[in-house]
């Protein structure tokens, strides 16, 4: 791999050269807090390939900086760009540096530096759970080093443990005893109950926080202390080691944050915030209750989760909300069967950025792009869509051959065929990215969910210091209208669109099918 791409091949690809930014990064500009912007997942490999190898990389994701400022994003946070043998990078053989194929330290540090510049922060993937088999600690375990096999989790007789994807946690050696593994013998979990690992990943952390990083998004958090009785999530010792890493990380960098992916249930998110002060959390069940409410056409249930929340989470937990990420279909796939469908679409990103919490936008999600062919994981993190197809089926990714199969074209889902057209999804995406930034209600008021006349109706009062709003979306592929009256304190005119609410024939507020609305008050 070049590490430094020719600019006339960047412009090639891109249309614009860029200039060299500085090494040292400098704070991030933006006026919003990182609870309060919009936050948006790279996959480096698949973003935007500088050199022409087919594999995306950190001089290409600064080269797409300005298309990210345009959108009205945030935030960025990277997915692993360690060194690792997987394409995914959550086996990590070195936390102290950037995967070879990415680019370099330098070039971490400037992407860093240019995303500051724009206001951006940065956040990186960090995988403290477990490391891959060809990491050096665990080689040097697997050789007979006592320091590092006390790293792991090894047992001559190992008690009953089951994986995350069903059968025995344990993995033989060829000495005959049996290391711990919960997602798989290539990843050996680190035992985080010994001090002097946990010490190296807090070195580790502390590495790319003096880099210049903001933060990190923790994988696997559920999993990562096991109980004595063989339990392997949300387990005292995980929610202690959590707070722990939390008191390190705000004593280095207290303006740094992080993020747990707590893909679990209500209650232990809930104790993520009260007993190991976590940040921030991914909230896995408003995602479920949104994905439900779009492919039912009923707002009851999501109404209903959005309540429940409400009640049961500490005053102040900040919950980072999505449509999808790289573990999930892309959603464009799942409410494009048997073909797209764009409104229900534009529904989907007006629900995840007017609605209560912290919005990750997938990269490629404000295209309608789809999963590439296929039903792996791989599908889902295909490369991005910056051109039609063309005759090199690259989609403007890549001068090269994509590292993986894109997918067929299809009409419309690419930057450059929606930039420039008003009633895109991508500029539906940048308009409801405008308002949220705009307005403090939707960015951290109090919410309140109203109840309607109507069951595939969602009214939810969003408060703010200076203005109420109400966002009203219907998930009916029909019109409808509620009872006279119901919306009497608001003003019918959308913040969003401009498009006025109108009165149906009994005199109630008349909602479009699959249409969404932002009201202020009177």
Do not use: C
Not at 99 to 115: H, I, K, N, S
Not at 298 to 319: F, I, N
């Amino acid at each position: 791999m070049s590490l430094r791409a020719p600019a006339a091949l960047l412009g090639a690809l891109l249309g614009f050269a860029t200039a060299s930014a500085p090494m040292r990064p400098q704070a991030p500009a933006g006026r919003l807090g990182w609870d309060e912007v919009v936050w948006y997942e790279v996959f480096v490999r698949s973003f935007q390939d500088s050199d022409g190898d087919g594999i995306g990389d950190l001089r290409g994701l600064v080269a797409r900086l300005p298309y990210l400022s345009e959108l009205g994003v945030g935030g960025l946070w990277l997915m692993p760009t360690y060194p690792s043998p997987s394409y995914h990078g959550y086996d990590v053989t070195d936390y102290e540096a950037v995967a070879p194929e990415y680019g370099t330290l330098d070039d971490m540090r400037e992407l860093v530096a240019e995303a500051h510049a724009r206001g951006l922060r940065v956040i990186l993937d960090f995988v403290p759970n477990h490391t891959s088999r060809l990491h050096p600690w665990f080689l040097a375990a697997m050789g007979g080093d006592e320091h590092y096999r006390a790293y792991y989790r090894f047992e001559p007789d190992p008690p009953p443990i089951r994986g995350t994807r069903g059968g025995s946690a344990w993995h033989a050696t060829p000495a005959g005893d049996y290391y711990l593994g919960l997602f798989g013998p290539g990843m050996p979990d680190l035992d985080l109950t010994n001090p002097e690992a946990t010490a190296a990943l807090y070195r580790a952390a502390d590495f790319w926080l003096e880099l210049g990083v903001d933060g990190f998004r923790i994988d696997a958090i559920q999993h990562l202390v096991e109980g004595e009785d063989g339990q392997i999530s949300n387990t005292a010792a995980t929610y202690a080691w959590v707070r722990g890493f939390e008191e390190h990380l705000h004593a280095v960098a207290p303006h740094a944050f992080l993020v747990g992916e707590t893909w679990t249930e209500m209650p232990a998110i809930a104790r993520y915030h009260r007993d190991a002060d976590l940040d921030m959390s991914l909230d896995y069940p408003l995602w479920k209750a949104v994905l439900a409410a779009l492919q039912s056409r009923s707002a009851a249930d999501l109404a209903a989760t959005l309540a429940q929340e409400g009640d049961l989470y500490p005053a102040g937990a900040v919950r980072g909300t999505f449509l999808t990420n790289h573990d999930q279909t892309r959603h464009s796939t799942r409410l494009s069967v048997p073909r797209r469908d764009e409104p229900r679409l534009a529904l989907a990103a007006g629900l995840l950025l007017t609605l209560p919490g912290t919005p990750f936008v997938y990269y490629g999600e404000e295209l309608g792009m789809p999963d590439g062919p296929g039903s792996g994981d791989v599908e889902k993190r295909t490369p991005m869509r910056w051109a039609p197809v063309g005759a090199d089926g690259a989609f403007g990714f890549t001068t090269g051959s994509p590292w993986t199969d894109p997918g067929p074209g299809l009409p419309g889902v690419s930057v450059a065929e929606q930039v420039d057209e008003p009633g895109s999804l991508l500029n539906r995406y940048r308009r409801l990215i405008a308002v949220r930034n705009e307005r403090d209600a939707l960015r951290s008021g109090v919410w309140n969910v109203l109840r309607t006349s109507s069951r595939a109706v969602l009214a939810v009062e969003r408060v703010g210091s200076a203005e109420t709003l109400l966002v009203l979306a219907n998930l009916s592929a029909r019109a409808v209208e509620l009872e006279p009256g119901e919306l009497g304190g608001y003003l019918g005119t959308d913040l969003v669109t401009g498009a006025e609410l109108e009165a149906g024939v009994a005199g109630g507020p008349s909602l479009p099918a699959l249409s969404l609305y932002v009201l202020r008050t009177r």
